[in-house]
């Protein structure tokens, strides 16, 4: 990677018989002209590119493969959160038609192995989440303890002062 940026040069090429200091500042404002030109054509043709999660017809638009996989109705938040992680482009579609709507991931055919890794990443935040709602919370024990403190008989110490002589 170090080398590569090391590697990139601009190239001038400026015709003239003395090298000033007014040819140079023309040279290297026609090349900013050239740059600014290149990037106003860019973006009147309307290449942006989106990382991320996007629309189904952003997604298809890209010219790549496009997969599907169904991720169920539950786990989207730890889905997105493993999709970002990995660099994935995705799109999230509601399917409808059945009757507990179930959600369709759509992915780039070359991100399959992310993909994988993704709900390896997402069926383990699950399956942590399942066996900590197993353990009885920390609050149910508190009252069940309290219940028990109030059901035990409770007798008042008295104090007694004797004078020793």
């Known amino acids: 990677m170090q080398e590569e940026v090391e590697n990139k040069t601009v190239h001038f090429a400026v015709k003239t018989t003395v090298v000033t200091a007014k040819v140079l500042w023309r040279a290297l404002k026609a090349y900013e002209d050239h740059i600014k030109r290149k990037l106003s054509i860019k973006e009147l043709s309307g ?15 890209k010219g ?3 997969s599907k996989m169904d991720i ?23 399917d409808k038609s059945e009757d507990p709507p179930k959600y369709v991931v759509f992915f780039k055919a070359k991100d399959a192995d992310a993909i994988s890794m993704v709900m390896k990443e997402k069926a383990a935040k699950l399956k942590k989440n399942e066996n900590s709602m197993e353990k009885p919370s920390v609050l149910m024990k508190l009252k069940e303890f309290k219940i028990k403190a109030a059901s035990f008989i409770h007798r008042d110490k008295e104090k007694k002062k004797e004078r020793e002589r």
């Open 47 to 61: 290449e942006k590119t989106v990382k991320g999660m996007q629309t189904v017809k952003q997604l298809i638009g």
């Open 64 to 66: 790549e493969g496009v």
């Open 72 to 94: 169920g109705d539950e786990g989207i938040r730890e889905f997105n959160q493993a999709a970002k992680k990995y660099g994935v482009d995705y799109a999230i579609v509601k």
